[in-house]
């Protein structure tokens, strides 16, 4: 048996099987929308490696654009849909600036991809006010003088927004554990920290003791 001829892997694909493919591959146009493989018995969709279509549904509205697979959330919302509030500074999942919700949960936008946010409820910074009146998140942060630069800012208000709606009371131990994903070089953390408190109290106003330092 040639060198050509050896089975790769035991798998029964030798690598001249696999040269030809590769080949086929290569001289394959990229082609919008995905294809359809069998993987393990079942059909799995696989997209690449040109653009496809997606369809988001962003802050209550359905969108849509064409990205290659490779692109991230945060580079749709920015480059794709114009919305800008979330914003790419580590672009590593560390400092927070890109948090959107998803589902209800806060997440770096950074580190999903685009076509595997299809079907899902997202949330950005632009959707959080109701016409022309500010959330109570928002609000409490102009109050308390929460930003300084402003550009870790649309982060912190939806990573605050996304922890009181599921912590509608919180200790300020509780808030400071609670927004550790987020980090801001101005050091504004005792301004967000109450503004949480102050939001907290206007959403649930029969909370006792309203604004809490921590």
Not at 76 to 81: K, V
């Amino acid at each position: 048996m040639s060198d050509d001829d050896e089975k790769v892997g035991g798998s029964g694909f030798s690598r001249r099987d696999f040269l030809k493919v590769g080949g086929i591959s290569l001289a394959t146009p990229l082609v919008l929308g995905h294809r359809v493989v069998k993987a393990a018995g079942a059909d799995v969709k696989v997209f690449g490696p040109g653009k496809a279509p997606i369809e988001l549904m962003i802050n209550g509205k359905k969108m849509t654009a064409s990205v290659e697979p490779r692109v991230t959330l945060l580079e749709a919302l920015r480059h794709e849909l114009d919305i800008t509030g979330a914003k790419r500074v580590c672009d590593r999942a560390t400092c927070g600036a890109c948090t959107v919700i998803v589902d209800g949960n806060p997440v770096y936008s950074c580190t999903v991809l685009a076509i595997e946010a299809q079907g899902k409820t997202i949330t950005t910074v632009e959707g959080l006010m109701t016409g022309d009146k500010l959330h109570p998140v928002q609000q409490a942060f102009v109050d308390n003088d929460a930003q300084q630069c402003g550009f870790c800012t649309p982060g912190f208000v939806v990573a605050c927004k996304a922890f009181l709606d599921k912590n509608p009371n919180p200790t300020p131990e509780q808030v400071k554990r609670g927004l550790g994903g987020n980090l801001c070089r101005c050091g504004t953390y005792m301004g967000v920290r109450a503004a949480v408190q102050q939001a907290a109290s206007v959403q649930n106003p029969e909370q006792k003791g309203g604004r809490r330092n921590g």
